[in-house]
Structure formats: C-alpha cells, structure tokens
T-cell receptor
Framework: AQSVAQPEDQVNVAEGNPLTVKCTYSVSGNPYLFWYVQYPNRGLQFLLKYITGDNLVKGSYGFEAEFNKSQTSFHLKKPSALVSDSALYFCAVRDKGYSTLTFGKGTMLLVSP | EAGVAQSPRYKIIEKRQSVAFWCNPISGHATLYWYQQILGQGPKLLIQFQNNGVVDDSQLPKDRFSAERLKGVDSTLKIQPAKLEDSAVYLC???????????????FGPGTRLTVL
C-alpha cells in the first residue's frame, strides 16, 4: 500500500522569508511524487513532479522540491515567500507499478505581509 | 487550452435524494478520475477510467454510487440515495495517461460542492 504524510496542518511564514512544506511517503517500489496547490473554491493545480533523475525538481511559481530517497521525503520549498502563495498544499505519491495517486491531508500555508 | 469542466458547482439536497454530477475532461485526455474531498482531508479517489474502461473503483461505495464514461469523453457520477456523510466536494480530473505505468500530472476541475441535509 502507498501512503503520504504531511505532518503540519499549517505553516506560517513572513513574506520574503524562505518556506518549507514537509512531505514523507511510503511505497513498495520506486515513487512518482507530486505537489498540488488548492486556492479557495478552486480545484487543485499542479506545481511539480519527481519521476526520476535530478533530486531537485523545479516547478511553477518559483517552487521547488527535493527528493530524498533515504529519508523518503519530498519537501516543497521556495526561497522567498509571497502573500499570494497562501493556499492549501497537497503532496501525492504513486508507486511506479500502480495506477492510483494517493494524496496527503494537506498543509495550509499562510504568508503574512 | 480549455480546462476540465464540471457542473453544477453547488448542490444542496436532502438525505435519501439522488444527485448527479457531470464532467467534461480536457480534449484528448484518455484518463478521467473522480475524487471525493471531505473538509480537512486530501482528495480520495472514487473511480478511475481509461477511455471507456474502469481502471480502479475499489473505493467507490457501489451500493449508492455509480459512474459512467460514455464514448470515452464525458462522465457522470451519481449518488442514490444520498447520506449525510456524502457532503463533500467532488472533483473531476483528467490526464494524458494511456497506460497504467504513465506519470503525467492530473488536471482538476473546480469541483462540485455537495451538501446533504
């Protein structure tokens, strides 16, 4: 079975500071990993994904994520947060031999001016 | 490129009534997904179609939920009869994936917020 853990319900950061949203995963094989963002009353939007290759993945809106196989983590990062980054962030995992995507429970990111 | 379309956006019904949701995926996307998102939780897959066929419906409560994807394009999700615990946002998504081993990202519609009273 595959699973995702997002240990923080909420992350607070001041505008201009770096941000990190944590994600750990569990799969039986090699993972495909994704980050999505959800703004109020809207569907999820794709940010970035890790399939293979370079452990540092760059995505939309200046976000990046680092795949760490030994720690089974895929933390989302941004060097300088914007107030407009405030939203709900979901990490998701899919085992390469499996067709279903499993989402974490989400982390609310609040960026204060 | 047009996104995933869903209707209605909001629906309020009483328990034991029936309800149907409609989804039109992005043109050319072979795979279509229906998710249930309960407040405070991540989306949970209900059913996954690849073209006309069902790939995974293991978490679909088949005694009350049904879904179809005619002609491999549009899809409808039905609940009959609805229960209070069905109150949630129902999200439709689509992707280019043509095989189970693919890894394309999913594109989500805005969702339908269902309230069961």
């Amino acid at each position: 079975a595959q699973s995702v853990a997002q240990p923080e319900d909420q992350v607070n950061v001041a505008e201009g500071n770096p941000l990190t949203v944590k994600c750990t995963y569990s799969v039986s094989g090699n993972p495909y990993l994704f980050w999505y963002v959800q703004y109020p009353n809207r569907g999820l939007q794709f940010l970035l994904k890790y399939i293979t290759g370079d452990n540092l993945v760059k995505g939309s809106y200046g976000f990046e994520a680092e795949f760490n196989k030994s720690q089974t983590s895929f933390h989302l990062k941004k060097p300088s947060a914007l107030v407009s980054d405030s939203a709900l962030y979901f990490c998701a995992v899919r085992d390469k031999g499996y067709s279903t995507l499993t989402f974490g429970k989400g982390t609310m990111l609040l960026v204060s001016p | 490129e047009a996104g995933v379309a869903q209707s209605p956006r909001y629906k309020i019904i009483e328990k034991r009534q029936s309800v149907a949701f409609w989804c039109n995926p992005i043109s050319g996307h072979a795979t279509l997904y229906w998710y249930q998102q309960i407040l405070g939780q991540g989306p949970k897959l209900l059913i996954q179609f690849q073209n006309n066929g069902v790939v995974d419906d293991s978490q679909l409560p088949k005694d009350r939920f049904s879904a179809e994807r005619l002609k491999g394009v549009d899809s409808t999700l039905k609940i009959q009869p609805a229960k209070l615990e069905d109150s949630a946002v129902y999200l439709c998504a689509s992707s280019l994936d043509r095989t189970s081993g693919s890894y394309n990202e999913q594109f989500f519609g805005p969702g339908t917020r269902l309230t069961v009273l």
